[in-house]
C-alpha cells in the first residue's frame, strides 16, 4: 500500500506528462501544482495543503476537476479534493508524513554550543558513504575554468577550514542558471569536511526537502525534532534556495534556523538559480542574510572548459573520444554542463551497442538528440495566448472574447501585456486580435498590469515565468 505523499508524487507525474504533452505550461504547473503537499487521504478525500489562499482559489477554481482527474489515474476510483492553507493547518489532523526526521538526541528548542557526535567514522566509511553517487563529487574532479573559479575557491576555502572561528564567507551563497555545478560543489564541501572531521554534523539539504521536514514536523506536532534537526549543524548547506519563494512558514522557520547557526558561527552555504535581489516571493529580510557574507556566481562554461569536462567524463567512463569530436561536442553544447557529461555517456552506450568507436556521424545525432532541435519558433500572437490560457485554464476562444468574468479577464489582461511586452506587434493589432477592442482599451490594461506586477509579486513572478517559457519554446 502506498502512503498518500507516495501517491500525491504519482499524480505530480501525472501533471508532468501532461506539460511534455504540451495540455497543460510548465509555468502552471510549478506556480500552482508543484508545490502542492499531501496531508491525508480519508476515505475518497484527498486533503492537500498550499502555503497561499490565492493559489488555493486558483487550484478550487481552475484545476479542481484535473487533480481530481489526476487522482483517479493514479488510484483507480474517483477522489474529492480539499485544500488547506497555512491558517488551517494549525486546527487540522496530523499531516501524513513525508520524509522521517531522524534523531539521535533528545529534542530541544535552542541551539547547542556543540554538536558533533561522539561516533569516529573511519575513511573507508567516509568513502563507503560517497561510492552511492555523491563520492564523484569532490573538489578533485570538479573542472575548474575562468566562469567557476571563484565559487570553486570560496567553497573549497570553507571547506578545508571548518573549525575556524573567523568565517569571512558565512553565509557562502552560489548562485547561477541549472547545469553549472553548483550541487557538485555542496557535495565537495560536505565530501571535504567529513573526511577531515567526521565528527562534524552536516546538513546537506534543498528547500523541497527542508519544506516537507517543516510539514511532517507541523502535523505530526514533532517541531522540537525538526529544530534538533537543522539547529544543531555544524555545516549547513542548502540546494535551490529559491525554491522557498511563496512558502510563508517555511520562509519564517528558516530565517530562525539562519539566526541561530549564525549566531553560533555555524558555516551556511546556500544555492540558487539567481541572485537574492532577484528571487520572487521572499521575504526581504531573508534576502539581506543572503547577502551578509559572499556572492559568487557560476556561468556557462568556456570553451576550454567545455573541451576539459568532456575529457574528464570520458576518462571516467573509459571511453576513447578523438579530440576533433571532442571540440565539435563542445562548440555545440554551450549552456550546461549536464548536456556535456549526457553527450559523452551516449557516445559510451553506442560503443557498448555497436562494438564501434563513436565518429562525427555519431556525435551529430547524439547533439540533436540532446538539442531536440530546439531551435525557438517565432514568437506569435496565438502562441501566447495559448501558452496564457493553458497557465490560467481558459481557453484561447475565452481570451479573444468580450467575455468578463474573472479568470478570462485575468488571462486576457495577461497575454495583452505579454503581446505587448516581447513581440512587435502595434497597439493597432493587438486590439483587433482580442475582440477588435480600441487603442484606449489596450492602453488601460498595459497599465492595469502594470500595476498589479508592481503591488503584487506572486502575480509578478507567475508572469516573468510565462514571459520566460515562451521565449524558451
Known amino acids: 500500500m502506498q502512503s498518500f505523499s507516495e501517491v500525491l508524487n504519482l499524480v505530480k507525474s501525472y501533471f508532468q506528462e501532461k506539460v511534455k504533452n504540451n495540455d497543460l505550461t510548465e509555468t502552471a504547473y510549478k506556480c500552482w501544482i508543484e508545490n502542492i503537499e499531501p496531508v491525508r487521504l480519508e476515505n475518497n478525500t484527498a486533503v492537500l495543503f498550499v502555503p497561499h489562499s490565492f493559489q488555493r482559489k486558483i487550484l478550487m477554481e481552475q484545476y479542481q476537476s484535473r487533480i481530481e482527474e489526476g487522482f483517479e489515474a493514479v488510484l483507480g476510483f474517483k477522489v474529492n479534493i480539499e485544500i488547506l492553507t497555512d491558517t488551517d493547518i494549525q486546527v487540522e489532523a496530523p499531516i501524513e508524513p513525508i520524509a522521517p526526521v531522524p534523531t539521535k538526541e533528545p529534542a530541544v528548542d535552542m541551539p547547542l554550543e556543540a554538536s558533533a557526535s561522539s561516533i569516529s567514522v573511519s575513511d573507508k566509511e567516509i568513502k563507503e558513504e560517497f561510492l552511492t553517487g555523491e563520492y564523484e563529487y569532490t573538489f578533485d574532479n570538479f573542472i575548474v575554468g575562468s566562469k567557476n573559479e571563484f565559487a570553486y575557491t570560496a567553497c573549497k576555502s570553507v571547506a578545508i577550514n571548518p573549525n575556524s572561528n573567523v568565517k569571512p564567507y558565512n553565509p557562502l551563497f552560489i548562485y ?3 547545469g553549472l555545478g553548483k550541487t557538485h560543489l555542496l557535495m565537495a564541501i560536505k565530501y571535504e569536511v567529513k573526511k577531515q572531521n567526521p565528527n562534524m554534523n552536516i546538513i546537506y539539504t534543498n528547500s523541497e526537502t527542508f519544506t516537507n521536514d517543516l510539514v511532517y514536523a507541523l502535523g505530526k506536532k514533532t517541531i522540537k525534532e525538526f529544530h534538533q534537526k537543522y539547529r544543531h549543524a555544524d555545516f549547513f548547506l542548502i540546494d535551490d ?4 519563494s511563496g512558502k510563508d512558514r517555511s520562509q519564517e522557520e528558516f530565517f ?7 549566531q553560533y558561527g555555524k558555516q551556511i552555504v546556500i544555492t540558487s538559480d539567481r541572485p537574492p535581489k532577484d528571487i520572487n516571493i521572499i521575504e526581504d529580510r ?27 567524463k570520458a576518462e571516467l567512463l573509459q571511453i576513447d573520444i578523438p579530440d576533433d569530436i571532442v571540440n565539435y561536442i ?8 549536464r548536456q556535456l557529461e549526457g553527450a559523452v555517456k551516449k557516445m559510451k552506450v553506442y560503443r557498448l551497442l555497436t562494438g564501434s568507436e563513436p565518429n ?9 538528440e540532446i538539442l531536440n532541435d530546439n531551435q525557438p519558433l517565432p514568437i506569435t500572437v496565438e502562441k501566447i495566448i495559448e501558452e496564457v490560457g493553458r497557465t490560467y485554464n481558459v481557453s484561447p476562444e475565452d481570451i479573444r472574447s468580450n467575455k468578463r468574468s474573472g479568470p478570462i479577464s485575468m488571462a486576457r489582461q495577461v497575454a495583452i501585456y505579454i503581446v505587448r511586452e516581447i513581440t512587435q506587434t502595434s497597439m493597432k493589432q493587438i486590439g483587433q486580435e482580442f475582440g477588435n477592442r480600441d487603442h484606449t482599451t489596450i492602453v488601460y490594461t498595459l497599465k492595469k498590469v502594470q500595476e498589479l506586477m508592481k503591488n503584487n509579486p506572486h502575480d509578478k513572478g ?3 515565468d510565462l514571459i520566460k517559457n515562451i521565449r524558451d519554446k
Open 176 to 178: 547561477g542558471p541549472s
Open 241 to 244: 534556495i529559491q525554491f522557498l
Open 256 to 262: 530562525h534556523t539562519f539566526n541561530d547557526l549564525y
Open 286 to 312: 531573508l534576502k539581506s542574510r543572503f547577502e551578509w557574507g559572499l556572492l559568487a556566481d557560476i556561468s556557462p562554461p568556456d570553451l576550454e572548459t567545455r573541451i576539459a569536462i568532456i575529457k574528464r
Open 330 to 337: 563542445a562548440t555545440k553544447l554551450k549552456s550546461n554542463i
Open 360 to 368: 562525427l556521424s555519431v556525435a551529430q545525432n547524439v547533439i540533436n
Open 462 to 464: 507567475i508572469i516573468e
